[in-house]
């Protein structure tokens, strides 16, 4: 069993940045795919950055490419992303997922990981 717990939503104006943090317990994380997906209201979850469990390939939403930034912490068990130059179609409520089984082609598919955290919500205001 592996324990998901955020940190670090708030609001924000458009063009500031964030760190979300996701502190995991009960299982390290060294071999885990971890993953950030986020949901506005009325829309779908969406992938929004993932980190493949060999922790050396990471994949990015199109639309925060260049922006934002998943990082793993190994020794605190954290995975982190890293959001710059925020835009207000980023408010969303963002999500920590992580599963030591799914395939590298099913990163971004939210249905592959087992994991979830409960959500920060990131508001981010023109």
């Known amino acids: 069993q592996v324990q998901l717990a955020e940190t670090g939503g708030g609001l924000v104006q458009a063009g500031d940045s964030l760190r979300l943090s996701c502190v995991a317990s009960g299982r390290t994380i060294s071999r885990t795919t971890m993953a950030w997906f986020r949901q506005a209201p009325g829309r779908e979850r969406e992938f929004v950055a993932g980190?493949?469990?060999?922790?050396?390939?990471?994949n990015y939403q199109d639309s925060v490419k260049g922006r934002f930034t998943i990082s793993r912490d190994k020794a605190k068990n954290t995975v982190y992303l890293q959001m710059n130059k925020l835009k207000t179609e980023d408010t969303a409520v963002y999500c920590c997922a992580a599963d030591q089984n799914l395939k590298y082609s099913d990163v971004g598919r939210h249905t592959a990981y087992e994991y979830w955290g409960q959500g920060t919500q990131v508001t981010v205001s023109s």
């Open positions: 980190l493949f469990r060999t922790g050396y390939k990471a």
